[in-house]
Antibody, heavy 129, light 109 residues
Framework: DVQLVQSGAEVKKPGESLKISCKGSGYIFSNYWIGWVRQMPGKGLEWMGIFYPGDSDTRYSPSFQGQVTISVDKSMSTAYLQWNSLKASDTAIYYC??????????????????????WGQGTLVTVSA | SVLTQPPSVSGAPGQRVTISCTGSSSNIGTNDVHWYQQLPGKAPKLLIYGNNNRASGVPDRFSGSKSGTSASLAITGLQAEDEADYYCQSYDSSLRGSMFGGGTKLAVL
């Protein structure tokens, strides 16, 4: 079974750094785009960015470019979301999710336009002085 | 949000409701629309992909459609367990990234 298991809740102070993780299992990790989605308290979903482990291609939403770093350790089948200097406004639940492949005629390939078919359980990040 | 959804919709048990998602030529007009359901306190769950395909295990009470730069999610035979937030998503060819609609809260009266 495909599973994405995220690291536990974090409480940090403004200005601190943080790296949260998302471990995939049950599929070939390198063959699928993996992304991060933010949900601020009481608010909607925000697409942050995605990473393709196969060739390290990375795409960021303009809203998050330069604010966070998405990376992957293929050997660990794990994706990461990193901040160098947290702000109180980074307080949110962060979800990782896998992008489904595009399959036709019995063959499949990566396609970043596709849907998020599997989601992690979410990591609550609280930033407070 | 670039994808516009009504903040809330409501319906009585057994009724039919629709949730709209309006975009532009660079997103919905060109690319597929996907829909997610988020129950209170839970992670989002894929409901509809590729405009009108139900994800595995999703009841046929849920259906999706797309026309031009708008898409819709329809739920028939409304049940109490359908009370949740619903989000549309589409890729934007100009921004070269995907985006979500603002979300719609469904209340089952």
């Amino acid at each position: 079974d495909v599973q994405l298991v995220q690291s536990g809740a974090e409480v940090k102070k403004p200005g601190e750094s943080l790296k949260i993780s998302c471990k995939g299992s049950g599929y070939i990790f390198s063959n699928y785009w993996i992304g991060w989605v933010r949900q601020m308290p009481g608010k909607g979903l925000e697409w942050m960015g995605i990473f393709y482990p196969g060739d390290s291609d990375t795409r960021y939403s303009p809203s998050f470019q330069g604010q966070v770093t998405i990376s992957v350790d293929k050997s660990m089948s794990t994706a990461y979301l990193q901040w160098n200097s947290l702000k109180a406004s980074d307080t949110a639940i962060y979800y990782c999710a896998r992008i489904a492949p595009y399959c036709t005629g019995g063959t499949c390939r990566e396609r970043q336009e596709n849907e998020f078919d599997y989601w992690g359980q979410g990591t609550l990040v609280t930033v407070s002085a | 949000s670039v994808l516009t959804q009504p903040p809330s919709v409501s319906g009585a048990p057994g009724q039919r409701v629709t949730i709209s998602c309006t975009g532009s030529s660079s997103n919905i007009g060109t690319n597929d629309v996907h829909w997610y359901q988020q129950l209170p306190g839970k992670a989002p769950k894929l409901l509809i992909y590729g405009n009108n395909n139900r994800a595995s295990g999703v009841p046929d009470r849920f259906s999706g459609s797309k026309s031009g730069t708008s898409a819709s999610l329809a739920i028939t035979g409304l049940q109490a367990e359908d009370e949740a937030d619903y989000y549309c998503q589409s890729y934007d060819s100009s921004l070269r990234g995907s985006m979500f609609g603002g979300g719609t809260k469904l209340a089952v009266l």
